[in-house]
């Protein structure tokens, strides 16, 4: 099925670890994005890439790393893991026909 | 910047009740108005969107009416039911595209009771 796939779903991290982000898309857009969503916040951006080889911070980037080597792929970094970044992610594809969201993933860091 | 204001929630309905939801926006230019809606446990889905002033958009009995002079994006619909109950975004693209950087509300829950 054609869509947005984040892995893992669920992931428990201990300060100071780090861990990586899956983001895979199959509809070829060239747009993709990382939002991370916290309570009475809304979403906010993190990273953004409008095509492979070039990325660009969004509104809250610090603590997070990101590369498109591929259309497809879009992981996100944390490099050291801290309480504050505990959230759900959310990955994000667009073209000219609007946004697909991924499924999330729920990240806590204790 | 960007930004979208949303109504505080949570809001809570019995079935077959009149829904708003109220949004307005601060943007340059003219920018394309999204409403999303998010269900529990998964991600979000486009629920309508408009991408000039005074077009509707409808979708699932739900509509929002892109009012430049008031800058607003309110959702509205008729009668609610139990599976409408989810989360409620409010979203805007400048540049009047579908696929810039989305800037979001705050979220509205949205519980509807038998």
């Keep these: 099925n054609a869509g947005v796939t984040q892995t893992p779903k669920f992931q428990v991290l201990k300060t100071g670890q780090s861990m990586t982000l899956q983001c895979a898309q199959d509809m070829n857009h060239e747009y993709m994005s990382w939002y991370r969503q916290d309570p009475g916040m809304g979403l906010r951006l993190i990273h953004y890439s409008v095509g492979a080889g070039i990325t660009d911070q969004g509104e809250v980037p610090n603590g997070y790393n990101v590369s498109r080597s591929t259309t497809e792929d879009f992981p996100l970094r944390l490099l050291s893991a801290a309480p504050s970044q505990t959230s759900v992610y959310f990955c994000a594809s667009s073209y000219m026909g609007g946004y697909t969201f991924g499924s999330g993933t729920r990240l806590t860091v204790v | ?114």
């Design chain 2, 1 to 114: 910047g960007n930004s979208v204001t949303q109504m505080e929630g949570p809001v809570t309905l019995s079935e077959e009740a009149f829904l708003t939801i109220n949004c307005t926006y601060t943007a340059t230019g003219y920018p394309s108005l999204f409403w999303y809606v998010q269900y529990p446990g998964e991600g979000l889905q486009l629920l309508l969107k408009a991408t000039k002033a005074d077009d509707k958009g409808s979708n699932k009995g739900f509509e929002a009416t892109y009012r430049k002079e008031t800058t607003s994006f309110h959702l509205e619909k008729g009668s609610v039911q139990v599976s409408d109950s989810a989360v409620y975004f409010c979203a805007l693209i400048s540049g009047g595209t579908s696929y810039g950087k989305l800037t979001f509300g705050q979220g509205t829950i949205l519980t509807v009771h038998p």
